[in-house]
């Protein structure tokens, strides 16, 4: 029953060797490295700016975000699938970078039509131009980065960006020093995007992209409408998934008011932080489910995707669990008196916590599959779902929390499109998957009636510690059941 300091040894030895855990490592590393600084950027203008400032900024970075959503036409994990795949990979990459610059400068005036159409506030369409000017650099940095998760080289994506985010929260400690408009910034921030850009193009293409080979390369415009053709649904994929967040910041921007901006803008970034880990770790795990896929036996393929869903779901359990306990005192400490309330809406925001780590792999596991169009469908199930109840509620109720609540229905609703599916595929089983919603609801909704009675502090702890003790000894058990069968049969 007892395990050898030689078989630990090993299997820590592995684990180091591990593909998944050494590329998704670097980017765990970095992207807690980024959020720290970035955290503390956001912090900063929170503090530093108006609120009605502050929103208007939000407003901006929530169109280029959008915008960027597009911009690359989805076509990262088509490049990183089929990369895997090709011959002839030089080619191929040039032409996807090549497409990538084309788009940029296609959805740069996209960007620039919005800001006229949407907004009629002169100084909320100069923010929102100046900062789409990122959407070009976005695209060649995009493309740069689906090169290095195919060459599982994320290493070097990780050090450029850590980089980035110390710059950008050095430009917002000068706000202390010296205080200048947000215009200013967003011109600074530029000129750091500017400076990434030739990071990725100097350091982290392994010289895989150069001016020379882009020039030679021929794409033209029936190449890249054949691209889209061949491949919109990795289009609407890659766009719903922002739209489900971004239009929420213009729904509220016209129908609510900057302090409701601001406040969800907050929500939301407390959230990105929280969904860091499990949207590093598909960067791994996608390419090994594209693998484990490709082989004719698919035994490995199923044994992987239960492995790490069981890791996704205690996640999501755990950021929830997190915050439901410790937001109240965290939140007014990091962005003052000012949004001393906003608790309830992050409370409220992740609770689509619990089926959004769950959901990203599962939409992986269809994309390895080829099932792009049918996760593509769900895709705009819940983006229906999402504004529809929004638009509505909002009009209706005129709350915040309806924005919230929204997006998680919409969540729910593509979670359980997805399990149905992979019901029919017999990827799981009926018991799983109600397993899988009975427990979770029984878990939080304990958490959230003990917590009327047991100090924070100590139910977190106690939570965690018996949780990962019942994970950890279940796994254990299925090790040590097969060992004792064994020497009963040879005994």
Not at 262 to 289: C, D, G, H, M, R
Not at 295 to 304: G, H, I
Not at 388 to 395: D, I, K
Not at 480 to 490: D, H, R, T, Y
């Amino acid at each position: 029953m007892e395990i050898s300091h030689n078989s630990f040894k090993t299997k820590i030895s592995g684990l180091f060797q591990n593909s998944l855990f050494k590329n998704s490592s670097w980017g765990v590393i970095s992207q807690m490295s980024q959020t720290v600084f970035l955290s503390l950027f956001f912090v900063i203008l929170a503090r530093m700016y108006p609120t009605a400032i502050f929103a208007k900024y939000i407003i901006a970075n929530a169109i280029y975000q959008l915008v960027t959503a597009f911009s690359t036409m989805g076509l990262s994990q088509w490049f990183i699938r089929e990369y895997m795949h090709t011959d002839d990979k030089p080619t191929m990459i040039s032409k996807f970078i090549k497409m990538q610059i084309y788009f940029g400068l296609i959805f740069y005036a996209v960007n620039i039509v919005l800001a006229f159409t949407i907004y009629d506030d002169q100084f909320t369409r100069a923010l929102i131009i100046l900062m789409g000017v990122n959407v070009i650099f976005d695209n060649l940095i995009n493309g740069i980065k689906s090169l290095n998760i195919a060459n599982f080289e994320q290493k070097k994506t990780a050090i450029i960006l850590t980089i980035e985010s110390v710059l950008k929260f050095a430009a917002g400690c000068v706000l202390f020093i010296y205080p200048f408009s947000i215009i200013t910034l967003s011109v600074v921030l530029i000129a750091i995007r500017f400076l990434t850009l030739n990071l990725f193009l100097v350091i982290g293409s392994s010289n895989l992209i150069t001016l020379k080979t882009l020039w030679r390369c021929s794409v033209t415009y029936l190449d890249l409408k054949a691209m889209v053709i061949m491949n919109w649904a990795f289009v609407i994929i890659g766009g719903v998934s922002i739209i489900n967040w971004r239009m929420s910041n213009i729904i509220i921007s016209k129908v609510l008011t900057a302090f409701d901006v601001a406040n969800y803008e907050i929500s939301f970034k407390i959230f990105s932080i929280a969904q860091i880990l499990p949207v590093v770790i598909s960067t791994s795990v996608f390419p090994l489910l594209v693998k484990h896929y490709s082989k004719p036996d698919k035994t490995d393929f199923f044994a992987f995707y239960k492995k790490v869903h069981v890791y996704y779901l205690l996640f999501g359990w755990l950021a929830y669990t997190f915050i439901y306990s410790f937001s109240d005192k965290l939140i007014p400490i990091a962005f003052g008196s000012t949004y001393i309330n906003n608790a309830v809406y992050t409370k409220q925001m992740f609770l689509t916590i619990l089926c959004f780590p769950t959901a990203l792999l599962q939409a992986n596991v269809l994309i390895a599959m080829k099932m792009e169009k049918q996760d593509m469908l769900f895709n705009i199930i819940a983006l229906i779902v999402n504004l529809s109840v929004c638009l509505f509620g909002v009009l209706y109720i005129k709350s915040l929390s309806v924005v919230n609540y929204s997006i998680f229905l919409s969540f729910l609703v593509f979670h359980i499109s997805q399990d149905i599916l992979l019901l029919g595929r017999k990827m799981v089983s009926l018991l799983s998957v109600i397993k899988f919603y009975v427990i979770t609801a029984a878990f939080i909704g304990g958490y959230m009636l003990l917590s009327n009675v047991v100090n924070p502090y100590v139910l977190f702890t106690l939570t965690w510690a018996v949780t990962l003790a019942v994970t950890f000894m279940g796994n254990k058990l299925q090790y040590v059941k097969p060992a004792v069968l064994s020497k009963g049969v040879n005994g």
